[in-house]
């Protein structure tokens, strides 16, 4: 049987990345992520992405290929590791703008502190790392 891995990285937007370019994005995750049984959130902002992906080992070869789109930069690996179950199972990849009135207003300073230190780079403890994210989207 094959195991279920999730990976998290997060990113530089390349400024020349435009929301078209954003919209073609998502139509490579609607085509691909479902025929790999991949699923997770995407997270963007004027300058930054964040994504958690899921599945199985092919989560690193599609991890390799994203690490080569020039539509980002500086990507950084936040974790990836084995899990029992897929926590966004529902989301062949779920796209949330994160600078979207309501969202930084919508979360206590804590939480917003450990955010932007995540999508800079610096992972929390995962569990929290993985709920921050499933809360953001949420709320985004
Ligand atoms: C931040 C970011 C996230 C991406 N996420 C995915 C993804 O989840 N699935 C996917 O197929 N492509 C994703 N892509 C696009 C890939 O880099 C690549 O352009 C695409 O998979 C090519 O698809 P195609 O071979 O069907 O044209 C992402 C690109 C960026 C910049």
Not at 69 to 76: G, P, Q
């Amino acid at each position: 049987m094959t195991g279920l891995y999730q990976l998290i990285y997060s990113s530089i937007r390349t400024p020349s990345c435009t929301d078209a370019e954003i919209e073609d994005i998502l139509r490579s995750c609607k085509r691909n992520n479902s025929k790999e049984e991949i699923t997770g959130i995407l997270l963007h902002s004027r300058n930054r992405f964040i994504q958690y992906i899921e599945g199985t080992s092919e989560i690193s070869k599609l991890y390799e290929k994203i690490k080569l789109d020039d539509r980002h930069f500086n990507v950084t690996l936040l974790a990836y590791s084995p899990i029992e179950k897929r926590i966004f199972p529902s989301w062949q990849m779920g796209f949330k703008d994160i600078d979207k009135l309501g969202f930084y207003t919508s979360i206590t300073e804590k939480d917003k502190i450990v955010f932007n230190n995540m999508i800079k780079g610096d992972m929390p403890e995962i569990g929290i790392g993985i709920s921050l994210l499933k809360k953001f989207f949420e709320k985004a």
